[in-house]
């Protein structure tokens, strides 16, 4: 199985593509798609630029990244490690 993930545009929040193609921000309501379905839904999510910043597929098992970049994945799902964690006043 594999998803869709990429940056927003609007403010470079991660985000996923739903079974509808729609954007949402958890992991857990990213559409999961077979080979085929997954790239038909890469290709919706890159004819979509004013939304999904360099989309891309990545694997998942039992709900989970896995594959080689599961790590960077697992990182990149629980959101931003700085910005609004530093005070800049």
């Given at each position: 199985m594999k998803i869709v993930t990429a940056n927003?545009?609007?403010?470079?929040?991660?985000?996923?593509?739903t079974a509808s193609g729609d954007p949402v921000e958890t992991f857990a309501e990213a559409g999961q798609f077979e080979d085929e379905a997954a790239h038909l839904a890469l290709s919706r999510a890159a004819g979509d630029p004013a939304t999904f910043v360099n989309p891309y597929l990545v694997e998942v098992t039992a709900g989970r990244p896995s594959g080689r970049d599961r790590f960077k994945e697992q990182i990149r799902a629980q959101g931003p490690t700085v910005g609004h964690s530093l005070d800049y006043a």
């Open positions: 927003r545009l609007s403010d470079g929040r991660v985000i996923y593509a």
